[in-house]
């Protein structure tokens, strides 16, 4: 009887398997399952097993299943002793029972076991792992292995239907730093998702994965998910980092958010990672941190398009390529005149069709709302409730314009008071 061409099997049932040589001597049981990561991860390299002599890693090519579903070595040689480089995920020891994410759902989840499969028949029967169980089946086989009968689990899991992610949509958060440095889990899948996601993500975990998750990102992917966290997550994301690298995220962030996060730290603390910013962005965040949190000021983003009254639309669209804030906050270009006083706003709308050598004082809005820095923040909700902004200048007492505040920022501080 030849071995099935391709057969699903979870880790549940494998563990504990007798793995016998060609002559059917016991050789040992299986104890777990090494995969690979980096650019082949999800290969099954090699089955642990627990021999009278210790541990034993066994080539995946070297095992095969037989008919009777045990496991049989294809040599009858000496196995040699487990030797960890640092270059595989173990499953039973490294995923089950461990949150993981899952990349496609963008959540964060538990794995209860493992899903394998094996492959081809003869020289190409290898193993290989398919899905990660999240769901109640896979909680139930791992609850009653050895109190049922291996049929009856089966039969009995088997009706509680499916709850798994295929393995390429998970992604392994890996905690102890002993391991954290061996696996080399890479973390590339998350940098592509909306920095909302990622903070409903970070929300959800416990502070150690937490903290191996938001450490694993860039600094510009850092300090868009720290900006949609709440203030008291903030602090505990950035609790174990040094100054320098916290200035480099908060250099990435815009200047109020910024300025809003660092209000939030110990003085010293506060002081320690403006001195490890650059002297350009720290003199931004600086004035910032000046205004009162709760006035239109404290609310506001120097990061804004702004231009002299005898610019073109060809020198405001250079600008606006030219732009290092967030592009997509852009809802209007701004004239100043030589004392930076406000004097005009043009919607990129009326910039897009215009012709580019007509002059933006044309285009401009013969009425420009503003507000002043001390604005009270409910002041500054109704106005923009009343005109139904999207984008209002900040203006000081002088009427130069220091600031724009956007639209989100006022939802944000409209929803902490529901």
């Known amino acids: 009887m030849q071995p099935r061409t391709s057969a699903r099997i979870s880790l549940t049932a494998l ?125 139930f086989r791992r609850i009653f292995k050895g109190l049922l009968p291996k049929a009856q689990l089966e039969a009995i899991s088997r009706k509680l239907g499916p709850h798994s992610i295929p393995w390429q949509f ?21 940098a592509k998702m909306h920095p909302s996601d990622l903070a409903e993500i970070l929300e959800e975990l416990a502070p150690a994965e937490r903290e191996a998750v938001f450490t694993s990102l860039d600094e510009e992917v850092a300090a868009e998910t720290l900006e949609e966290v709440d203030p008291k997550l903030q602090k505990a994301l950035l609790e174990k980092l040094d100054e320098e690298r916290i200035a480099d995220i908060v250099e990435e962030m815009d200047p109020g958010a910024a300025a809003d996060l660092l209000a939030e730290l110990p003085e010293d603390r506060s002081d320690a990672i403006l001195e490890e910013m650059e002297p350009e962005e720290r003199q931004e965040v600086e004035e910032l941190l000046e205004f009162d949190e709760h006035s239109a000021a404290g609310y506001m983003t120097t990061e804004f398009v702004h231009l002299d009254m005898a610019a073109t639309v060809a020198k405001a669209v250079r600008t606006l390529r030219d732009f290092d804030g967030d592009p997509e906050s852009v809802t209007e270009v701004y004239l100043l005149d030589e004392k930076n006083v406000l004097r005009g706003a043009i919607p990129l709308s009326r910039l897009v069709m215009a012709q ?19 604005m009270n923040r409910n002041e500054l909700a109704e106005m923009f409730d009343k005109y139904n902004l999207r984008a209002l200048p900040v203006v000081d007492a002088e009427g130069r314009m220091v600031g724009v505040v956007q639209s989100d920022q006022v939802i944000s501080f409209l929803r902490e008071q529901i």
């Open 356 to 374: 580019p050598y007509t002059r933006l004082a044309v285009l401009a809005e013969p009425r420009v709302l503003s507000c002043p820095a001390d």
């Open 15 to 139: 563990v504990g398997t007798p793995v016998t040589d060609a002559q059917g001597r016991l050789r040992g049981r299986l104890k777990d399952i090494a995969v690979t990561t980096g650019p082949q991860a999800g290969k099954v390299a090699g089955l642990v097993l627990k021999t009278r002599s210790g541990l034993s890693l066994v080539p995946s090519q070297d095992v095969m299943e037989t008919p009777a579903g045990m496991l049989e070595l294809r040599f009858s040689g000496d196995l040699a002793p487990l030797k960890d480089e640092g270059n595989y995920l173990y499953l039973q020891q490294d995923l089950v029972d461990r949150q993981i994410i899952d990349v496609h759902g963008r959540k964060v989840v538990r794995a209860n076991d493992v899903d394998l499969e094996w492959l081809g028949q003869g020289a190409a029967h290898l193993l290989r792992v398919a899905e990660v169980e999240v769901g109640l089946r896979g909680a």
């Open 170 to 190: 998970v992604d392994v958060i890996e905690v102890d730093p002993a391991r954290r440095v061996k696996l080399r889990i890479a973390y590339e899948r998350l």
